[in-house]
């Protein structure tokens, strides 16, 4: 059983930094998709950004140049460098982990099986 737990989240002005940890066991890190999704209240949980097992990474177009996902497999676990942070960002984020199965890895919550209780982040002034 795949097992993730966030931590990292918290409060933030506009254009400050944020980095974002899951710890992640119960896996294969070689075999998984891992990736950070958010979601508000009244929205659908949306795709931040996904790193398969040969470390190719994706982002959703509101944050390409922000964050950064990276992956520690010495430590297990997953990060999210959160650049320039903007009140849009204001979310709860999750670290999700799915089997891959093809080439890709997809930034849709609706393929991740495995998922973190989440962790916070707002973003205000």
């Known amino acids: 059983q795949v097992h993730l737990v966030e931590s990292g989240g918290g409060s933030m002005q506009p254009g400050g930094s944020l980095r974002l940890s899951c710890a992640v066991s119960g896996y294969s890190h070689s075999t998984y998709c891992m990736g950070w999704f958010r979601e508000v209240p009244g929205k659908e949980r949306e795709g931040v950004a996904i790193i398969d097992r040969t470390r190719n990474t994706m982002y959703a177009d509101f944050v390409k140049g922000r964050f950064t996902i990276s992956q520690d497999n010495a430590k297990d676990t997953l990060y999210l460098q959160m650049n320039s942070l903007k009140a849009e960002d204001t979310a709860m984020y999750y670290c999700?982990?799915?089997?891959?199965?093809?080439?890709?890895?997809?930034?849709?919550?609706?393929?991740?099986?495995?998922w973190g209780q989440g962790t916070q982040v707002t973003v205000s002034s």
């Open positions: 999700a982990a799915a089997p891959q199965y093809g080439l890709f890895c997809p930034l849709a919550s609706a393929a991740y099986n495995y």
